[in-house]
């Protein structure tokens, strides 16, 4: 068998599209641009990557958008200083700090003071609760749900289907488990979650019908630990050195993706999978918090 592929650059493309015209039709009728921020403390090369992409695509989707950088000896209190100017920003609906923070910063503290309303990365503890009871006002954490968008959009029944997940992080393992197993569309699903202590991983990753993937360990997850005909979805972003690339490295997932492309019935690849998918969400959350804004007259 060799897997359908799950095109992470179609999907986002044409969620972003939808996203753009919605936010036209918003503008057309007199409301302000959607305005999203991000901050970002100091100068890690891979957000730096990723901030200067959300800010793109914020502006091509017709959106406002603003980066706050701070430099990487900012204090505490500089940063929650600007959490609470962001909070209280009549033209920003959402924002997100963009993680790691530098380590003399408390990132929980941080994460806790971003308005709930505004939290459109959907870490605040508020919005953590009201993604696992099923609140349709959450914000869902952008990478799970584009998760669950890719199957949904792709047609694949996650009712009554085995999802295992390998991986228990805040931003993805837990959050993943929390959408799949609600009572509604993308969910249903019989969840297992898989880590570190897990016993005998294989023959718990070998019993999903859907395998998510979240470990940050390139190429760990190989052909025998799929069950045939399973869908697989790769959330890893790993650099491998590579001499024959021209920066030296390349990025590949977390599964071996030739040899589980021989066995699963579908398959996203790394990159252009699921890592396309997390900014098309972020937008989405962005649209749905101003929206929300409207209704309440902000
Ligand atoms: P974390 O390091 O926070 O969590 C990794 C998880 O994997 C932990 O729960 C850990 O278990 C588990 N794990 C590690 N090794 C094993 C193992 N040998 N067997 C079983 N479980 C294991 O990672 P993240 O969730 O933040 O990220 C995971 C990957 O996804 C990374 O490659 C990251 O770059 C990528 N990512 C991609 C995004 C995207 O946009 N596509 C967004 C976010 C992340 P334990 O808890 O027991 O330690």
């Known amino acids: ?33 959607p305005g999203l921020a991000v901050v970002i403390v100091g100068e890690d090369p891979a957000s730096q990557v990723y901030v200067k992409s959300k800010g793109q695509a914020c502006i091509e989707a017709g959106m406002h958008s603003e980066t706050v950088r701070l430099p990487a000896d900012s204090s505490e209190a500089q940063l929650l200083a600007v959490v609470d100017r962001l909070n209280a920003d009549p033209v920003i609906d959402g924002f997100l700090v963009q993680l790691p923070l530098p380590k003399h910063i408390d990132s929980e503290k941080v994460l806790n003071r971003i ?10 503890p508020v919005n953590v609760g009201k ?13 799970p749900y584009g998760c669950q968008q890719m199957l949904v959009r792709s047609g694949i ?15 993805v393992g837990k959050p993943m488990a929390s959408l799949l197993i609600q009572d509604s569309r993308g969910g249903n699903a019989t969840v297992t979650v898989c880590h570190s202590r897990s016993r005998d991983l294989p023959s718990l990753t070998r019993q999903g019908d859907i395998l998510v993937v979240a470990i940050g360990r390139p190429n760990f997850i190989t052909a025998p630990m799929v069950k045939p005909g399973a869908v697989v979805i790769d959330v890893g972003i790993n650099r491998v050195i590579d001499p024959a690339h021209s ?21 996203t690849p790394v990159p252009g999978g699921v890592g396309k998918m997390t900014i098309a969400m972020l937008l989405s959350n962005t649209l749905q918090a101003a929206k929300t804004g409207m209704s309440v007259g902000r």
């Open 1 to 33: 068998m060799t897997a359908r592929i799950l095109d992470g650059v179609a999907i986002a493309t044409e969620i972003r599209a939808e996203i753009a015209k919605e936010v036209s039709t918003l503008i057309a009728g007199g409301h302000r641009p």
């Open 115 to 124: 308005s709930p309303a505004k939290d459109v990365d959907g870490f605040h």
């Open 131 to 143: 993604v696992l009871v099923g609140d349709p006002t959450a914000f869902k954490p952008a990478t």
């Open 157 to 171: 029944e996650t009712k009554g289907a085995h999802a295992v997940i390998v991986g228990r992080s805040n931003i």
């Open 247 to 267: 920066k030296g490295y390349r990025i590949v997932g977390d599964v071996e993706f030739g040899a589980v492309s021989e066995v699963a019935s579908a398959i």
